[in-house]
Each structure stands twice: as C-alpha cells, then as structure tokens.
C-alpha cells in the first residue's frame, strides 16, 4: 500500500540538484498576494535574507545570549486560551465579514505560511527537520529513539521531587550519572501513560520534530535512594524522607510482585528557558525570524495531532532549551514534550470521553445544545471509546473527524492553518507504513498483546482517514521535477493506494503573455511534456488537478534558465 516512500526518494534527489542550479537568482514568483504573504519570510533582523530555494533555514547561528526564561502562569493561559480567544473570535464580525469576502473571492483574510520554500516545503531549522516524508526513517531508528536505546542504569538516586501537576513523579541520577525525569503510571493503568508517550514521541521525531528521548520502564522500591541533600531539606524545604517516598510510590501502579511502571525522560541538552509560544516569536532570539502562528511545522502539527489524538496540546507541552557554544554565546532548539496525554490515555488513567472531540470551553457544541434542547448526540458519545484494555484506554477510529479533531484548547497556530498547512501535514501522517507504525509500538513494550494489536488497527484506520480527507480537500500533487523532456511528478494518494492511476487536467497560463498553451491539457499519467507549454515563453503557471476530483489545485510555476526549463515554485491549496 505505502509504496509513496520508495517513489519519492529519485524526486528528492531531483530537488537537490534543482537547488545546486543557481535557482536563487530567481526573483520569488507568485501574484501579488502570494508575494506580500511572503514578504515577512524573506525579511530577517539586520537586512538579511534567506534563499527562498534553500532546505536550511540557518537560524542555528551562535550569536544568542542567553534568552531570559520565559515563565508562564498556568491558570492565566487556560483563562485567555479557553475563553478570552473563542469570545474575542465569536463577536469578531469584521473577521466574519472579511473571512465571507474571501469565500467570494473579493478580499483575502488568511495568510500563508511564512516559512516555507519554494517548493512549499519547510527548510531544516531549530524547530524542524525534514525526515520521514522525504526519505524512510528506518524501523531500527524508531524503535531505538534519539538516544540509541539508552535506558537509565539501576540504582536511581532521587534528587528532586516533582511538586507540580497531576503525575507524581521525581527527578534521577542513574548509575551512570545520567540525569532523568520519572514519571508514574496511574494506578490500575500500567503503560497508559508511558506507553502513549513513548509511542507518539517516536512518531513525532521521525516526522521530523525535537523530543527527548522517552523510555517506559518498571523499577522496585529497592532500586531507589535519597539523595542526601534532598533528604536533609534542599533549597529551605522540608526534608525528604523514606515514608514520603513510599506515600509518593501509592500514586502509581504498583504489580504484584513490586514492580512499578513509570516514564522515563531523558534530560535534554542545555539550559531550560521556558516554553514555546505558540502565538509570537520569542524577542530575545535574534534566530527566532517568523511569527510562531504563521509557522507552517506548527499549523501543520494539527494534522499529526489529530492522528495521533494528542487533545492537549498548548505552550507547556513544550520547552526551548539555550545550548550554549563558547563564550555565553549559544542557539536556542525548540522542543514538544510531555506526550502521555495522547491516544486513549491521561495522566490519570484513560481520557475524559470529550477530548480530543470538544474544546474545554466549546461555543460551538454548547450553541448546538441549546438550540437542539439537548437532544443532540454528539460524536464523542457516539464513538465507542471504551476499549477495555487498561494500558490503552479510550482510543477509536470509527467516529474519528480529520476535519472536526479539538485539542482541548484552543492553540493559535492550530486556528490559522490553511489548506496548504493541512496537506504538508497529512503528506506527512501519509509517509508512515504500517511496519514503521508497529515499530513505535514495539517501542513501548507493551506487556499486554491486546494494547498492540488494537493501537496498530487503530492508528492504520485513523492514518487512512486523514489521507483520505485531506487528499480529498487538496490535490495530493508533489515532488515536481524535469526529467526527459517533462515534468514529472507523484500523486500521493495513488501512491498510497486511495486510487487507482488516473489522468490529469492541466490549466496553463504564462504570465509573460508569451507560449500560452490551451487550457485543459489532459495528461494520462504523472508528467507532461515540456514540448506542450511552447517554445517563446519563459514564465509559466501551471493548475493541475486529477480529473473528476473536487480538491484544490496544485499550482506549479517554471521558469526557463539558459532554454532550460526549471521547477521555480510549488503551491498546495
């Protein structure tokens, strides 16, 4: 079924030779609004300007000083995210105005992207780094994650309690002096949460995100000391003690024979500042160029948050972490974490039926039940979320909504993505096989057969559906290159088995009024010959669409270089 990730792999070497071609003595293409929404991309702090062909976007630079730590009070955020935003949006009529004028097509009120390429791509950063959707991660590195199957060496020596937030847990130094963070699986729920965490955090970096790397574990009382400072009251608190710890350990599920399971963190490299912002840059990073709204990893994370049911995802499931280089100077990496609120687990066991289908505050369904007199069946209470496996929880496919997925907060890059943003983000959910799928399960270890079985059927079906509706919603079109005299490209969604090979329309247009070819050129398979577009025009646009579809068309600009003609732009939506 998923032959897309043995295809792609000539396009991108395509690509790399595009790149190498003096391509950045092009001018960017597009109409005007294309350029204005684009503008902010090209423009950096200082006058500089990035290559819009370019796959790095070299904000890695060490000219930091280290950022100040960025503090954020939890009750403040869930009182603007969860009600001061959906207010502010529910009476924003010039909003609503401008958003109908651009469903008539007389004013434009979203904006695209700001980081992308020209091949609407988005470039190797501190934030992100193309991976499975451009060439396979394999199973191995999956399964092994960030840190090569480390795990922490027993004895554990206790330095820190964890005194904040729902889990119990407590920082480590293992044997080797290895620095993690023990989280506890909730009682009766061995592995709901570990288990989540481990498999969506492999998910998630071999989608091409930062994470630490995770490991769900069991240890014994016996495997564990006190360090002596926490044990004598570190810090002016109160001394630590054994009968504290043993009251701290009743918190987490705890095995007959005196196992106990757990998460286990490892300690991410540098110095912590404080979370993402979802919403803005961060000021003091002269490396932190575009608004973090507007970033399309962010926007496009909603798709692969939706796969994945990850319905808590705000600022603190995040964390930037300065990595200093010499002399105070350093870059600032950009970091999701804490994934145990994921697929059909919380920090308490098994997830409140409602997340990941409604809003912590949702204006929307509470509108719905009051104008239907509560006589309304929302999906949540239609699907059959109870799977009653303990270390999986409430987790399904059946009722499950690519379109309709909320987090249980509102999250602003989440709000601003567009189409384009979707498909980058479904392309990637598209590139994972079913073996690489079991190979992050596998990952978790999970002790009961039924929590893989289950997790695998499920993410497949849920992987399918997003396929099929953002395919659907948007011409699976990509990977353009020149090759033989055409322009060859791949359709996603036959890659992947949604569809049978099928032709193509094509409407051209040449904005140098020069070598127009007529519209509705059909092609019979994935390229076109470059003999068709003429031999006077140097600028060229192309529509393309699978014919008979109803989603948007993939748009493709070329331009001639020295009689030869070169893929210049790519635009999804």
Not at 33 to 41: I, L, M
Not at 210 to 239: C, M, N, W, Y
Not at 355 to 367: N, P, R, S, T
Not at 460 to 470: F, G, L, P, S, V
Request: proline share 5%; net charge negative.
């Amino acid at each position: 079924m998923h032959a897309m990730m043995n295809k792609k792999h000539s396009a991108i070497e395509v690509f790399g030779l595009v790149v190498v071609m003096s391509l950045s003595a092009f001018p960017a293409l597009g109409d005007s609004s294309a350029a204005a929404a684009n503008a902010q991309a090209d423009s950096l702090e200082g006058g500089r300007r990035i290559d819009p062909y370019t796959w790095v976007d070299h904000d890695g630079h060490p000219v930091v000083p280290e950022p100040k730590e960025r503090k954020l009070n939890l009750y403040s955020y869930y009182y603007r995210e969860a009600l001061v935003e959906p207010i502010a949006r529910l009476f924003d009529i010039p909003g609503k105005i401008l958003r109908l004028l651009d469903a008539l097509g007389v004013a434009e009120s979203e904006y695209e992207a700001v980081n992308l390429n020209a091949f609407d791509e988005v470039a190797n950063s501190m934030w992100f780094t193309n991976r499975n959707h451009m060439k396979a991660v394999s199973l191995d590195e999956i399964r092994r994650g960030p840190e090569n199957h480390l795990r922490p060496e027993t004895p554990w020596r206790i330095t820190s309690v964890k005194k904040e937030g729902v889990v119990p847990g407590f920082q480590i130094k293992d044997a080797a002096g290895k620095k993690w963070v023990i989280k506890l699986d909730p009682p009766g729920y061995p592995q709901i949460a570990s288990g989540a965490d481990v498999v969506v955090t492999r998910l998630l970096i071999a989608s091409g995100y930062s994470l630490p790397h995770d490991v769900a574990l069991t240890f014994r009382r016996e495997d564990l000391t006190i360090d002596e400072e926490l044990a004598q009251g570190k810090d002016g608190d109160e001394p630590f003690t054994d009968n504290d710890l043993t009251k701290l350990l009743e918190r987490g599920h705890r095995e007959a024979d005196g196992r106990q399971y757990c998460l286990g963190s490892f300690f991410l490299s540098g110095t912590p500042i404080g979370p993402i912002d979802f919403r803005e840059r961060r000021k003091d990073d002269p490396n932190d160029w575009y608004t973090h709204r507007r970033r399309r990893e962010l926007r496009g994370l909603y798709v692969i948050a939706s796969w994945l049911n990850h319905w808590d995802s705000k600022d603190q499931q995040s964390l930037d972490m300065f990595e200093e280089k010499a002399d105070s100077l350093g870059t600032v990496r950009h970091h999701l974490l804490d994934m145990a609120s994921t697929l059909g687990g919380a920090a308490e066991g098994p997830k409140a039926l409602k997340k990941g289908y409604e809003q912590a505050v949702d204006f929307g369904w509470i509108g719905r039940r009051i104008v239907t007199f509560g006589f309304l069946v929302e999906p949540w209470r239609r699907a059959k979320q109870e799977t009653g496996i303990p270390s999986v929880g409430n987790f399904e496919s059946a009722e499950f909504d690519p379109g309709d997925f909320r987090s249980m907060l509102s999250n602003p890059a989440f709000r601003e993505r567009l189409d384009g943003d979707g498909y980058w983000g479904a392309k990637i959910v598209a590139s994972f096989s079913n073996d690489q799928i079991q190979a992050a399960i596998d990952a978790a270890g999970y002790e009961d057969p039924r929590a893989r079985d289950y997790l695998l059927k499920t993410l497949i079906e849920r992987r399918d559906k997003i396929m099929r509706y953002w395919f659907g919603r948007v011409a699976p079109l990509d990977f353009f290159h020149i090759k033989d005299g055409a322009l060859n490209f791949r359709d996603l969604a036959v890659d992947v088995g949604l569809e049978p090979s099928r032709e193509y329309e094509v409407q051209v247009e040449a904005p140098d009024g020069a070598g127009v070819a007529q519209d509705g050129v059909r092609l019979n398979g994935p390229n076109l010959p470059l003999a068709t577009l003429g031999a006077e025009g140097r600028h060229v646009r192309l529509r393309l669409s699978p014919v008979g579809s109803r989603a948007k068309a993939t748009t493709v600009e070329l331009m001639k270089k020295d009689e030869q003609w070169l893929v210049a732009r790519v635009r999804h939506g």
